[in-house]
C-alpha cells in the first residue's frame, strides 16, 4: 500500500510527500483518516520533489502537518446500481440521509471515457413534459441536452423540480438529481416533495451543496453522471439526469483553477473551461443500450448571456429554455421566454407539420405585439390598425395562455397542477391564432390548461361581469327612487337635452 505524509495545508489545497518513485497518478483518491472520518483528496497537479497537489472534497479544518496519505490506486469510486435509488449521497458516494450503510455489488470511477461515435444512437423523439410552452415552442429530444437559463429568481429550480414530477408520475422510468453547489434548503425541499409524492422510490439524490469546498461542487456533476451511465449501460434504462446548477460547476473549477496557480482568462474564468464543460457534456448520450436525457439549470451572471460560462455551456445543448425578467414582471409563470428559447427538433420532420406551423404562427403573433410595443407606448392602441389591434388581442391572450399552474407550486399559489398533454396544447394554441375565443376575455387564459378550460373560465367571467352590471344597475334604480322629486325632475330635464342634441 502506497503511503505519504501530509506536506503543506492551503485550505482545502493539500500537499502530499511521497517516498520516491511511488508518486500516485493524476485523479487518483488518496484518503486521510481524520477525527473518526475519512477524508478523501484527489491528486490534481505533480509538483517535483516527489510533492503532489490535491484537492480536499470536504473540509480539511483540523488536518495537520505529517498525518499518514494513503494512496487508493484508483480515482474516486461511488456506489452504482438500484440500491442508489430512493438515497441521498454526497461526491465520494457516502450515504447522507441517516438510512443506513449503501451497500453496492459495484463501484464506478467517477472518470470515465465518452462512448465512443459508433456506440451512438443518433434517432430523434419528442419528449412530453406536460408543460404548454415548452412542448409547444422549444420541444425536449429524448436523450438530448437541455439548458434552463436565466439570472437569479426567475424559476429554474421550481422548473427543473416540475419537470421531475411530471416525468417520473407520467412517465416512470430512473431519475438522477446532482445538485451542484445550490441551497441546502432547496435540496431540503425537493427530497420532502419527491418523498410525499413517492417519486423518491426510482430517483437517486447527489448533493455537493454552496457551503461545501470547491472540489466537492466540481466532481459532484461527474458522481451523478456516473450513477446515471450506470442505470443507461448495464440496466439498459432510459434515465432523467437533472443538473441543478450547472453554472455553480464552472465557478467550483475556477476557484480550483486559482487554489492551483493557473492563470486565468476571461472575465477570471479558468483557462480550461471549454475542457472541463466538454468533459461532463460528451458522457452525457443515447448509446444503443440506452438514452440520458439530461435537463441542466444554468444561472445567468447578472442576466448577461455573453459570459463565458452560460456561453459555453450554450454550445452542447440541443434545446434552450430562457427564463426571462421581463415576463416575471408581468406575472406569468413559468416565466420561459418564447422568443428566445430554441430547439434543434422544432422541425416539421420530428413533431409533425401542424405542431411546427402553429408553433411558427405563435412566434410570428407575439414578435409582431413585441414590434407594435413602441407605437403602443407613445401614441395608444388607437393609432393602430384594425389588423393590429387583432393581433396584439391575440398576442396577450397568447401570452397568458403560455402560463401554466405547478404541481410543486400548488401550496404557494393556491392553484391545482396541470399536466398539458402535448395534443391539447398544440390544438390549444391552434384555435387561439385562428380567433375562435377572440370573444373570451384575456384573462379567462391565464394559469389555466387545455383551453376546454379557457372557454369556461371565460363564460364564468361573462357570467360574473353581467351579475355585476345588473346589481349595479339595480342599486342606481332603487337610489333614485329615493331621491327627492325635484332631483329627479333636473336629472330627466338632462338626459332630455342630451336626447336633443343628439
Keep these: 500500500m502506497n503511503k505519504g505524509k501530509v506536506f503543506r495545508i492551503v485550505g482545502p489545497v493539500v500537499d502530499i510527500d511521497f517516498p520516491p518513485g511511488k508518486l500516485p497518478a493524476i485523479y487518483n483518491a488518496l484518503t486521510i483518516e481524520h477525527e ?45 446500481g438500484k440500491q442508489t435509488l430512493g438515497r441521498i449521497m454526497n461526491v465520494t458516494g457516502d450515504p447522507i440521509d441517516e438510512s443506513g450503510a449503501l451497500e453496492t455489488e ?4 467517477i472518470h470515465r471515457p465518452a462512448p465512443t461515435l459508433e ?73 420532502l416533495e419527491m418523498k410525499d409524492s413517492g417519486v423518491i422510490e426510482k430517483t437517486a439524490l447527489i448533493f455537493g451543496q454552496m457551503n461545501e469546498p470547491p472540489g466537492a461542487r466540481l466532481r459532484v456533476g461527474l458522481t451523478g453522471l456516473t450513477v446515471a451511465e450506470y442505470f443507461r449501460d448495464v440496466e439498459h434504462q432510459d434515465v432523467l439526469l437533472f443538473i441543478d446548477n450547472i453554472f455553480r460547476f464552472t465557478q467550483a473549477g475556477s ?17 480550461t473551461l471549454a475542457s472541463e464543460m466538454g468533459a ?63 430547439s434543434r427538433i422544432l422541425s416539421p420532420e420530428v413533431v409533425g407539420e401542424e405542431h411546427y406551423r402553429v408553433a411558427r404562427e405563435v412566434q410570428r403573433i407575439l414578435q409582431k405585439y413585441n414590434e407594435l410595443q413602441d407605437i403602443i ?26 402560463s401554466q399552474p405547478f404541481f410543486v407550486a400548488e401550496e404557494f399559489t393556491g392553484m391545482t397542477g396541470k399536466y398539458v398533454p402535448l395534443e391539447d396544447t398544440v390544438q390549444g394554441f391552434k384555435e387561439i391564432v385562428e380567433g375562435k375565443h377572440d370573444d373570451l376575455n384575456e384573462q379567462a387564459f391565464i394559469y389555466v390548461g387545455t383551453i376546454e378550460e379557457a372557454r369556461e373560465k371565460g363564460e364564468r367571467l361573462k357570467g360574473t361581469k353581467a351579475h355585476a352590471s345588473a346589481e349595479t344597475k339595480k342599486k342606481e334604480d332603487s337610489e333614485e327612487k329615493e331621491q327627492p322629486e325635484d332631483v329627479k325632475n333636473k336629472k330627466k330635464a338632462v338626459k332630455n337635452k342630451k336626447k336633443k342634441e343628439e
Excluded at 459495484?106 to 470511477?109: F, L, Q
Excluded at 431519475?175 to 441551497?183: A, I, L, N, Q
Excluded at 407613445?378 to 403560455?402: C, H, N, P
Design 106 to 109: 459495484e463501484r464506478w470511477s
Design 255 to 271: 476557484e480550483v483553477s486559482a487554489l492551483l496557480g493557473r492563470m486565468p482568462s476571461a472575465v477570471g474564468y479558468q483557462p
Design 36 to 80: 473518526e472520518t475519512t477524508l478523501v483528496l484527489e491528486v490534481a497537479q505533480h509538483l517535483g520533489d516527489n510533492i503532489v497537489r490535491t484537492i480536499a472534497m470536504t473540509s480539511t479544518d483540523g488536518l495537520k502537518r505529517g498525518q499518514e496519505v494513503v494512496d487508493t490506486g484508483r480515482p474516486i469510486s461511488v456506489p452504482v
Design 280 to 342: 461532463l457534456q460528451e458522457r452525457i448520450t443515447s448509446t444503443n443500450k440506452g438514452s440520458i436525457t439530461s435537463v441542466q439549470a444554468i444561472y445567468v451572471p447578472a442576466d448577461d448571456y455573453t459570459d463565458p460560462a452560460p456561453a459555453n455551456a450554450f454550445t452542447h445543448l440541443d434545446a434552450t429554455t430562457n427564463l426571462s425578467r421581463k415576463i416575471v414582471e408581468l406575472g406569468i409563470y413559468p416565466a420561459v421566454d418564447p422568443l428566445a428559447s430554441t
Design 377 to 402: 407606448a407613445i401614441l395608444g392602441m388607437e393609432e393602430l390598425s384594425e389588423e393590429d389591434k387583432i393581433t396584439v388581442a391575440r398576442a396577450r391572450r397568447l401570452q397568458r395562455f403560455l
Design 119 to 191: 456506440e451512438q444512437n443518433t434517432s430523434t423523439e419528442i419528449l412530453e413534459t406536460g408543460i404548454k410552452v415548452v412542448d409547444l415552442l422549444a420541444p425536449y429530444m429524448k436523450g438530448g441536452k437541455v439548458g434552463l437559463f436565466g439570472g437569479a429568481g426567475v424559476g429554474k429550480t421550481v422548473l427543473i423540480q416540475e419537470l421531475i414530477r411530471n416525468i417520473a408520475t407520467e412517465h416512470g422510468g430512473y431519475s438522477v438529481f446532482s445538485g451542484v453547489g445550490e441551497r441546502t434548503r432547496e435540496g431540503n425541499d425537493l427530497w
